[in-house]
Structures are given as structure tokens and as C-alpha cells.
């Protein structure tokens, strides 16, 4: 079994910042990529920021220069550092991972994740 534990959401007002953390744990082979997702309220999930094992990493538009997304591969862990938040960053942020388990193969599995607010 895989899980996805996402920590560090919260409510905080604009301009401000939070880091999120999501952590990988269970029959973990290995992990190829990790990114981070949101869903606002009545919108599509959208890709925020992804990262290679390697450390090559992307970013939607909205939050290119304001966000920064790194690994420890040591710990099977992702973090996002968001700064200069704003309000239309609100959303539920998800994790996810496309990694090998030891016996089930290839897949890719998504955090239950975690709420941002920021206030204007």
C-alpha cells in the first residue's frame, strides 16, 4: 500500500507565504516524478508545479516567480514554498507521484489533500 500525506495548508493573508510538504510511504520502489495540483471551488484541478527525480522541475503560469518546488529523495518527500500569495490561490492542493511499488509496478497515486486559504 502507497500512501500521500500532505501538511502545511492553512489560512494566511495576501502576500504572505506557507510551505506545504507531502511525504510518500509504503512498498515505495522508487519515484520518478512528484507534483503538486489544486482545485478551487467549481473549478478544474489545475498543475501547479512538478519535479523530476533528477530535479528538472515545471510550473503553471499563474504561479511562475511566486512558487518553488523541491525534493528530498532520501525521504520520498515534495515540498512546495509558495510566497507572495494571493487570494486566487485559494484551493485544495493535492500531491501526487508516479513511482514503482516493489510488487504492483508503475502507477501514480494522489495525496487526500490539503487546504489553502489566503485572505484579501
Known amino acids: 500500500q502507497v500512501q500521500l500525506v500532505e501538511s502545511g495548508g492553512g489560512l494566511v493573508q495576501a502576500g504572505g507565504s506557507l510551505r506545504l510538504s507531502c511525504a510518500a510511504s509504503?512498498?515505495?520502489?522508487?519515484?520518478?516524478?512528484m507534483g503538486w495540483y489544486r482545485q478551487a471551488p467549481g473549478k478544474q484541478r489545475e498543475l501547479v508545479a512538478t519535479i523530476t527525480s533528477g530535479g528538472y522541475t515545471g510550473y503553471g503560469d499563474s504561479v511562475k516567480g511566486r512558487f518553488t518546488i523541491s525534493r528530498d529523495n532520501a525521504k520520498n518527500t515534495v515540498y512546495l514554498q509558495m510566497n507572495s500569495l494571493k487570494p486566487e490561490d485559494t484551493a485544495v492542493y493535492y500531491c501526487?507521484?508516479?513511482?514503482?511499488?516493489?510488487?504492483?509496478?508503475?502507477?501514480?497515486?494522489w495525496g487526500q489533500g490539503t487546504q489553502v486559504t489566503v485572505s484579501s
Open positions: 509504503g512498498d515505495i520502489f522508487n519515484i520518478n516524478g
Open positions: 501526487n507521484a508516479d513511482l514503482w511499488r516493489a510488487q504492483m509496478g508503475r502507477g501514480t497515486y
